[in-house]
């Protein structure tokens, strides 16, 4: 999770999974509430993390993260990797 008031590069990220698979339908479930940006990426553990890296501030992000469970998502933000 992304430390308050960060002004680093954001992620908001839905899930990191074991499989692609698991990651599609999860991705699938996120375009669904309005993330039509969302994508699947390597999270770099050997598994998948469905996220949407359209971030442009910390308080953006909690506004995000606030909808996104609302819609019954779990949602954290992270801190963009480098070279994202």
């Known amino acids: 999770m992304a430390p308050p008031g960060t002004t680093e590069r954001l992620d908001l990220v839905f899930g ?32 998948w993390k469905v996220l949407y890296d359209g971030i442009e ?3 953006q992000g909690l506004e995000s993260r606030a909808e ?13 990797p480098p070279g994202a």
């Open 68 to 80: 996104a469970r609302s819609a019954g998502l779990e949602a954290e933000l992270e801190i963009e």
């Open 16 to 47: 990191h999974l074991e499989t692609p698979n698991e990651a599609e339908k999860l991705l699938e479930q996120v375009r669904g509430v309005g993330y039509v940006d969302a994508e699947m990426a390597p999270d770099g553990c050997a598994r």
């Open 57 to 59: 501030s910390y308080v």
